[in-house]
Every structure is written in C-alpha cells, then in structure tokens.
C-alpha cells in the first residue's frame, strides 16, 4: 500500500515563511523596475520631442520653434512626428482632461520650453546656430504638475519655463525653479537641488540630471545659451 505523506505544520510554516521573505524581497524590485520604465519612457518622450524639433529647426532656417503662453508649439511638432506622446507616464497631474480645469482649461501636455531658447522671448536666442553648445542647453523640460497653495495659478499650463528669473535673489534656484518646474519628476525632494528630473537638449539627446548639475546661479546654468557648456 501507498503511504502518503502530508506536510507537518512546522514544514508548512517554514513554506510559507519561505514565500513571504520571496515577495518582501520582490516586491521592492518590481517597483523599482516600474519607476525606471517610467522613467525611460519620460526621456523617450522627450528625444522625439528634440527630434522633431531638429526637423522643424531645419525647414525654418535655423529657426527654432516659439511660444505664445498657451501650447503653440504642440500641434506645429505633431505636424513632423504624428506619434509625439505629450503625457510623460510620470506625470500626476490632476488638471489633464478629466480632471481639474484651471481657469477653464486643461492641461494638454506634461512639457515646456525653456523660453531662453524661445525666439519670441526678448532676451533669447531665436536660431539654433547661435547657441554656442547644443549638447549643453537644455530646450525641453517638464512642467510643474500642480500648485496646490494656488488653484488659479496657470503653471501647470504653460508651455515655457522662465529660468532667467531663477536668480532673483542667488542661492535659492531649485525654490523658484520648483514653481513652475517639477524638479523632482524622477525622484527626491522637490525645492531640492538633489531633486531628479529630465530634460531635453537642443542637441537632440535627453537626460535624468540632478537640478543642482542643471542650474546653481546665473553663471552655471544649463538654460542660458550664453553659458551652458
């Protein structure tokens, strides 16, 4: 005759001690994993932004592509990469359609422009051979997600950044850039300038950088052509 044998309690306990030290240990991995595809897919967004960009810079005569405080340059950048993903998969803004209007209007994209490389900004450069480091100056960047001290307040919306006024008064550049820039959109602390975010260069790469590698004052700074090497 056959004889069975049946677990005991001990080696059932031990089974399923063994299981949850398995997904204690998985579970953090797998999360892990998650934030770094988010993160990829952010950068992968923001590449195709640049690269359409390059296309439009060519057929506008070294013209790069301006603002006008609304999304003006969405639908032109579409116009060369119909497959553009405006919505960075780490963003967590409420005010994208669907959610919370500001002022009436929804969020339409997690992305902005750096408006010192903006043509229609008075202080910037409106052609891309006059920035002396392309790989150096950031173009696009994300947005702040939400002011929630101010529910009117329309950064969340804007399709420029104002990094020219991050200075104002020194020392306090990730405070200022965290109000219209979320800093922190990868990960750490926002106000920090340890804080992740991404960032697409004119050059047409992009790259998760620490805030305080992208801007610590008026002379080392990521955003001004003039000194961004």
């Given at each position: 005759m056959r004889r069975f044998h049946a677990f005991t309690l001990i080696e059932l306990l031990v089974v399923l001690a063994v299981i949850a030290l398995l997904v204690g240990i998985l579970l953090p991995a797998l999360a892990n994993a998650r934030v770094v595809a988010k993160n990829a897919a952010c950068l992968a967004n923001l590449r195709s932004l640049e690269q359409a960009h390059q296309v439009y810079v060519t057929?506008?005569?070294?013209?790069?592509?301006?603002?006008s405080h609304g999304n003006s340059w969405i639908e032109t950048l579409r116009a060369y990469d119909?497959?553009?993903?405006?919505?960075?998969?780490?963003?967590?803004?409420?005010?994208?359609?669907g959610g919370t209007p500001i002022l009436g209007q929804f969020r339409e994209t997690s992305y902005a422009i750096n408006r010192?490389?903006?043509p229609d900004y008075i202080n910037g450069v409106g052609q891309i051979h006059q920035v002396p480091s392309t790989s150096a100056t950031i173009h696009f960047l994300v947005k702040v997600f939400e002011k929630p001290g101010n529910p009117n307040d329309t950064a969340p919306l804007a399709d420029h950044a104002h990094p020219d006024l991050w200075d104002f008064p020194p020392g306090l550049g990730a405070i200022f850039a965290s109000d219209e820039v979320q800093i922190?959109?990868?990960g750490g602390d926002l106000e920090d300038n340890a804080a992740l975010a991404p960032y697409g260069f004119l050059d047409g790469h992009a790259a998760t950088l620490?805030?305080?590698e992208t801007y610590t004052d008026a002379s080392i700074n990521q955003f001004n052509p003039a000194v961004a090497r």
């Open positions: 057929d506008n005569d070294s013209w790069m592509i301006g603002t119909p497959t553009l993903l405006l919505r960075s998969p780490v963003d967590t803004s409420p005010h994208f359609e010192y490389v903006a922190n959109a990868h620490p805030f305080g």
